[in-house]
């Protein structure tokens, strides 16, 4: 099994319907992170959490939510979908501090 | 926050040379990490090196912490290796990972 584990790998949605991305991780840690990429761009951080009761918002955290239900799991809402979250979105973990980063194999989102 | 830019913005390669990438950010880092995105999307993690020289195969990096630049060498290239290299980079003032923009490579055979 992925040390991290995206699902589902593929979505396509609608515009205004809730959707959840789902991210699980088997390496232990207790950060964890989501991040979307645009066609042609780098990577941006939505939201960050550092352990299950810790929750941050990243640079472009509107119109996303988040729940860390354990150690191992954060998921990531789009409450009403619209067509520029189209995007592909990517869960990470880290042991903290300067360690490095293991990242999940994405989820690409079509909203239409 | 730190800023990461990566040079050239786009490469070209024929099968079989050689190529250098380059990474330059703002501020010390703790966390430098090169990143392989395929042409299926997937990230690979090729390298963790906040400062030092690391060879693995035909790719090698190096990290000069105290001049805020990296390098990203590969050799011999392959179609394979086709695809989006990424630095990202962990400020000494911050908690987070910071991606450049990326250096889209091109090998024709």
């Known amino acids: 099994d992925a040390d991290v584990t995206q699902t589902p790998r593929n979505r396509i949605t609608k515009t205004g319907k809730r959707i959840m991305l789902e991210c699980s991780q088997t390496k232990g840690h207790d950060r964890m992170y989501w991040y979307r990429q645009d066609p042609g761009l780098g990577l941006r951080l939505i939201y960050y959490s550092f352990d299950v009761k810790d929750i941050n918002k990243g640079e472009i955290s509107d119109g996303y939510s988040v729940s860390r239900q354990a150690q191992a799991k954060f998921s990531l809402s789009l409450e009403s979908a619209i067509p520029n979250q189209t995007a592909l979105y990517f869960c990470?973990?880290?042991?903290?501090?300067?360690?490095?980063?293991?990242f999940g194999s994405g989820t690409r989102l079509t909203v239409v | 926050g730190i800023q990461v830019e990566q040079s050239p913005p786009d490469l070209i390669l024929q099968e079989g040379a050689n190529s250098t990438l380059r990474c330059n950010f703002s501020d010390s880092v703790n966390n430098l990490q090169w990143f392989h995105q395929n042409p299926w999307g997937q990230l690979i993690n090729l390298f963790y090196?906040?400062?030092g020289t690391k060879q693995n195969g035909r790719l090698s990096a190096t990290t000069v912490a105290t001049e805020r630049y990296s390098l990203l060498y590969i050799s011999s290239s392959q179609t394979t290796d086709s695809g989006v290299y990424f630095c990202a980079v962990v400020g000494a003032a911050g908690n987070k990972l910071t991606f450049g923009g990326g250096t889209r490579v091109l090998v024709k055979p």
């Open positions: 990470a973990t880290n042991p903290g501090g300067s360690y490095g980063y293991t």
């Open positions: 090196i906040p400062s």
